[in-house]
């Protein structure tokens, strides 16, 4: 069945950096375009990066912009999300999944970017 395994989080102060990565499975990985979502407390998941398939196409969201970087190595099955320069409005859960009609969330791993 289709699996995801989040790792990375951590506890880390303002301007700091993280390295979250995303193991999956049960899917040809190399066929499909990839995301991380994050969800902060009480509100909604949102998408914060997305890497294309073969061509490895990138796109940001505003907030993240210029700070975070999305990879993906095809022959582990698994995709990384570079964060630097962390705000303490990127605390949240970190989630990865397919980019179009996502499934199977795992349990993310908890980013807490605090002094």
């Known amino acids: 069945q289709v699996q995801f395994v989040e790792s990375g989080g951590n506890l880390v102060q303002p301007g700091g950096s993280l390295r979250l990565s995303c193991a999956a499975s049960?899917?040809?990985?190399?066929?499909?375009?990839m995301t991380w979502y994050r969800q902060a407390p009480g509100r909604e998941r949102v998408p914060v990066a997305w890497i294309g398939r073969v061509d490895k196409s990138r796109g940001y969201a505003d907030s993240v912009k210029g700070r975070f970087t999305i990879s993906r190595d095809n022959t582990k099955n698994t995709m990384y999300l570079q964060m630097n320069s962390l705000k303490p409005e990127d605390t949240a859960v970190y989630y990865c999944?397919?980019?179009?009609?996502?499934?199977?969330w795992g349990q993310g791993t908890q980013v807490t970017v605090s002094s």
């Open positions: 999944n397919w980019r179009y009609n996502p499934t199977s």
């Open positions: 049960g899917f040809t990985f190399s066929t499909y375009v």
